[in-house]
């Protein structure tokens, strides 16, 4: 408990990612999907599983390229002669689905060749680079929204369902939620859990943007379940490796898949509430 009260402080200074935002968390969401995903396809070497980590590395790259190409930077974008006409939101989906199909389309091609490699190879390129890069980089399309506040959201949503859930368990638990993938995590743990990020989340609206409070609320409903839902697919994909942990990058954490499992899952659910919840999608 000690070392890992420890290295939470030690993150901390994350936060800082946070307030500044732009470009400073745009580098920092990069750094934890290239880590994420090397850690991911490691994982699998138990299983004799082989992802293309060259794959990997290229297409996350290449993703988060597209903070560039969309207009994240104002003026840089090859599109600026349009960008009064099309919105952000439109760029971004029309590179995300080109991206989507060149990620599959090259982890699909790099399974050609039967000889060398098993037929879960190439699933498992696709996975890594759907799981981490992808859900990673909503961070960034948060950032790139009129709601930049709403990055926050992600980070309370994911981690305060976990420390709510993790208490409320400990004191409270008694019927097991997960048992084949999490032992520790019980019902009621969930339930505190789900409660404590919607309160963070709706406590952080009324405090810095009043009249998105009760968006706030919802958004923290539902990334706090998006957090545990992340956590558990950590957990499922850790027991078919075989590995306790992704990594020892942060003790008592393990590696970056083992701390930002939650905020990867919750991200996604965050951008996509926030469009439909805000009209974002139709501007």
């Known amino acids: 408990m000690k070392t890992r009260i420890i290295s939470g402080l030690i993150m901390v200074p994350l936060l800082l990612v ?39 590395y290229v297409m996350t790259v290449l993703l988060f390229a597209g903070y560039f190409l969309s207009g994240g930077i104002k003026g840089f974008s090859p599109l600026a002669a349009a960008d009064s006409a099309v919105p952000v939101f439109c760029r971004n989906m029309v590179f995300m689905s080109v991206w989507m199909f060149v990620a599959v389309a090259v982890s699909l091609i790099y399974g050609w060749k039967i000889n060398e490699r098993g037929a879960y190879d190439a699933a498992a390129t696709v996975t890594a680079l759907v799981y981490i890069p992808f859900f990673t980089y909503h961070m960034v399309l948060i950032d790139m929204t009129p709601y930049k506040l709403f ?114 899952f919750t991200a996604p659910v965050v951008y996509y509430a926030i469009c439909i919840l805000t009209g974002l999608l139709v501007i």
């Open 18 to 56: 946070l307030y500044f935002g732009g470009i400073v968390l745009w580098a920092a969401a990069l750094i934890i999907a290239l880590m994420g995903v090397h850690e991911f396809c490691k994982g699998w070497t138990s299983l004799d599983v082989k992802p293309s980590l060259p794959v990997c």
């Open 151 to 264: 990055i926050w959201i992600v980070v309370i949503a994911a981690f305060g369902s976990d420390i709510c859930a993790y208490f409320t368990g400990y004191f409270l638990g008694k019927h097991k939620m997960a048992p084949n993938l999490s032992p520790k995590k019980t019902v009621e743990g969930a339930v505190g859990g789900l409660i404590g990020s919607s309160l963070f989340a709706w406590l952080f609206g009324f405090i810095f943007m009043r009249e998105m409070a009760l968006v706030c609320l919802v958004l923290g409903l539902v990334g706090g379940a998006a957090g545990m839902a992340g956590d558990l697919t950590a957990s499922a994909f850790k027991r078919k490796m075989g590995i306790k942990d992704y990594g020892n990058l942060i003790p008592g954490h393990g590696g970056i898949m083992d701390r930002f499992d939650s905020v990867i």
